[in-house]
């Protein structure tokens, strides 16, 4: 893991991630699509089994999708879905591919099933702005 990962963000620095985690995102979805493209080209999926190259090689992808996320700073929690450490030790930024900015939080503790609108978050007892004095 990255050194970066353990970086916190305030919301603002976040969201200047958005784009770069999206690009990396739409890039890796394009190349996704193309190794689904060329592994069955003229067969249905249920007909033809995943070769053990084809599974290596989106596995590739997808751990180099991780890798990039990491050095940017965020968390990559599954596919497509980034996390960002906030100002305040116990909550994270949640951002999901598709998502313009950053408006979703969850604790530490949580997961994606968790996530709350940031609004509301902001307004709960663990305030984020707290932190920031």
Not at 67 to 76: A, I, K, N, S
Not at 81 to 108: A, L, R
Request: hydrophobic content about 35%.
């Amino acid at each position: 893991m990255s050194n970066a990962a353990s970086k916190v963000f305030s919301y603002a620095e976040a969201n200047e991630m958005v784009p770069k985690v999206a690009a990396l995102t739409e890039r890796v979805i394009r190349e996704l699509d193309g190794i689904r493209q060329r592994s069955s080209p003229d067969e249905e999926p249920a007909e033809s089994p995943i070769s053990d190259a084809v599974l290596q090689e989106v596995e590739k992808v997808l751990r180099t999708w991780s890798e990039q996320v990491e050095d940017l700073g965020g968390r990559p929690k599954g596919y497509f879905t980034v996390d960002f450490q906030s100002i305040d030790p116990e909550m994270q930024y949640c951002w999901n591919y598709g998502e313009g900015s950053i408006g979703f939080t969850h604790k530490i503790w949580e997961n994606f099933s968790h996530r709350r609108p940031l609004a509301e978050s902001v307004e709960g007892t663990s305030d984020h702005r707290k932190w920031i004095h």
